[in-house]
Nanobody
Framework: QARLEESGGGLVQSGGSLRLSCTGS????????IGWFRQAPGKEREGVACISSSRGSTYVADSVKGRFTISRDDYRRTAYLDLNTLKPEDTGVYYC???????????????????????WGKGTLVTVSS
């Protein structure tokens, strides 16, 4: 059974850092593009960062550019989201998701397919205190 599991969330002070991990099982992880999405209380889901399969093309939303970095380690079947210089507005539940690769995928095109993701994790809560 295919599964994605996030970890690494927690409570951190403004300006702090976290590393989120997303580990896949039950499917061919390296053939899937990965996205990180977040949902803050009362707000719509937002695509934070995405990475294609193989070439590893990445995209990071303007709201987190320069502070967040996405990467993947296919050997470990894990994708990462490094969160630096955190702000209170970064608070929310962070989800990872996987979608079957498409020829010519870029990180941005992966994030644009948020509604077509094949698998979703249950999320990990990030809370940034001011």
């Amino acid at each position: 059974q295919a599964r994605l599991e996030e970890s690494g969330g927690g409570l951190v002070q403004s300006g702090g850092s976290l590393r989120l991990s997303c580990t896949g099982s039950g499917f061919n992880f390296d053939y899937y593009a990965i996205g990180w999405f977040r949902q803050a209380p009362g707000k719509e889901r937002e695509g934070v960062a995405c990475i294609s399969s193989s070439r590893g093309s990445t995209y990071v939303a303007d709201s987190v550019k320069g502070r967040f970095t996405i990467s993947r380690d296919d050997y470990r079947r894990t994708a990462y989201l490094d969160l630096n210089t955190l702000k209170p507005e970064d608070t929310g539940v962070y989800y990872c998701a996987a979608v079957w690769r498409v020829l010519g995928d870029t990180g941005q095109s992966v994030c644009a397919r948020a509604d077509a993701m094949d698998y979703w994790g249950k999320g990990t809560l990030v809370t940034v205190s001011s």
